[in-house]
């Protein structure tokens, strides 16, 4: 297998579509070349052969040197179109040009992580197998879920599919982001109102919302899919009515039930939202980030810096 590095306006986006999406086990939306595009400053890429397999590599520019780096609203890269083992993700990861003198790569959950080498961390993601009918997956819920998805229905709350992007992070600016501890920017949100358009244009998304009995809008939910697989992208809800995000999860379990649909939290190392997430019965999964510096001591200060406070 030649694995080779090419820039991005030589990549052919049809082949490169087809690899992301051949198969199931790594496919993701957010590999796809026009989510790279809108999710990614940059992005270069390793390809196996004639696209049996490909790598996506979102970098940056900053002070005359490259990095690649995990870009806001990307969850998780690697290889995709093919499993790979450890010894041949060391291949690929060895293979990135010399240019890119820092690696930051959050792998998705597929791709095995063993090189004592790198620095790495690890993260972990809840995973709901929806094949199941909505009343046995119910029974797998904890307590406390069942109870808030009940009085949700008692307050009379309400699930909508027409709303504003706008709108939906509003509520997240406004009640959450000292929460979540998020270092989003104005462009930040941009940016995910071009995703989500994108989404939306693609047919690779869903969106639910929640109003309550007097038609205020209280909670929003975006959910890219592909091959079955959903992701739990983005979020915001009124702080002053937490049943909201209950209920909503509870709806799209309910719509989805009984179908090959996994729902995939996309993770947090957050405890609260871990046991939200476990809450509904789902799999704890766990995958890796990895840290590669290719440079000098004072170099990779200076960098560490910027991307911490930038």
């Known amino acids: ?16 579509d087809i690899a992301v999406q051949s198969h199931r086990a790594t496919a993701s939306p957010f590999a796809l070349s026009w989510y790279l595009d809108a999710s990614c400053d940059n992005w270069d890429a390793l390809i196996a052969d004639d696209y049996t397999a490909v790598m ?8 005359g040197k490259y990095y690649i780096y995990p870009p806001y609203f990307l969850p998780r890269l690697g290889v995709f179109g093919k499993e790979i083992t450890s010894d041949e993700l060391t291949r690929w990861i060895n293979a990135i ?8 790569i959050v792998l998705h959950e597929q791709m095995p992580f063993d090189n004592k080498e790198w620095l790495s961390t690890t993260h972990k993601t809840y995973v709901l197998d929806c094949q199941f009918p909505y009343e046995q997956i119910r029974k797998n819920y904890h307590h406390n879920h069942k109870r808030n998805c009940q009085k949700a229905k008692e307050e009379g709350l309400t699930i909508i599919h027409d709303f504003s992007y706008e709108e939906a992070i509003a509520l997240f600016r406004n009640h959450q982001t000292k929460f979540y501890k998020v270092n989003y920017q104005e462009q930040d949100y941009k940016r995910l109102i071009n995703i989500l358009t994108t989404l939306k244009e ?16 209280c909670a929003a939910a975006f959910f890219p899919f592909i091959n079955g ?34 729902l995939d939290f996309n993770g947090s190392n957050q405890s609260s939202l871990a046991r939200f997430y ?30 911490k406070f930038k």
């Open 97 to 104: 040009p010399d240019k890119f003198r820092w690696i930051d």
């Open 278 to 307: 476990a809450g509904f019965g789902a799999d704890e999964i766990q995958f890796s980030q990895i840290t590669i510096s290719r440079l000098s001591a004072i170099a990779e200060i200076s960098l560490s810096f910027y991307r």
């Open 202 to 217: 693609k047919r690779h998304l869903e969106v639910y919302g929640v109003v309550d009995a007097h038609n205020t809008f």
């Open 1 to 16: 297998m030649a694995i080779s590095y090419l820039q991005q306006h030589k990549i052919d986006k049809e082949k490169w």
């Open 229 to 262: 697989k959903y992701y739990f992208l983005f979020s915001g809800r009124k702080a002053d009515v937490n049943k909201s995000m209950f209920f909503l999860i509870d709806n799209f379990i309910r719509q989805h039930a009984g179908t090959t649909c996994l």
């Open 56 to 63: 996506p590599l979102p970098y940056r520019k900053k002070w």
